[in-house]
């Protein structure tokens, strides 16, 4: 019978001979990091600000529903409170959508400025490391050949 030979040593030769910079995946990882607390926050302030202009809405609405609500002496006073609610709702929904639109387009500004700057400092880290693995690829083929 023939023995399996075992690749143990050979494999681990071999990693030798190819070694793997941490550092480049601790500075990944970082960059990554500190992308994903930009873009929470961007998220965060986008959510502090909608609900803030929610919240504004209902006050709104509802502080002019305490005037529809009203006992009025005629019965075209309900009419005329109605429509004025209406007309007040309808101007006040297009100012707020208004508002609603400015938080999406700032979002959007933010992060689309922080994806560019990511992906120059992504094109940076991806350079350096490459210039470095060749580096040290073409040392250990060196060595190897020697």
Known sequence: MTKTQD???????????FPVDTKSFEEAF??????????????LEA???SAEISSKWTKDT???LGDVT????????????????ASASAETAAENMAAFAEVAKKVQM????????????????????????TTEAT????????
């Open 7 to 17: 690749f143990t040593k050979v494999m681990q030769e071999m990693m030798a001979s």
């Open 30 to 43: 970082k960059t990554q990091a500190a992308m994903g607390e930009k873009l929470s926050k961007v998220a």
């Open 47 to 49: 959510a502090d600000k």
């Open 62 to 64: 509802i502080a002019r």
């Open 70 to 85: 009203k006992v009025k002496a005629e019965a075209t006073d309900y009419t005329k409170a109605v429509t004025d609610f």
């Open 110 to 133: 933010e992060t689309v400025e922080l994806m560019l700057a990511a992906g120059k400092d992504f094109s940076e880290d991806a350079t350096a490391a490459v210039k470095k693995a």
């Open 139 to 146: 040392k250990a083929a060196k060595a190897a050949a020697k």
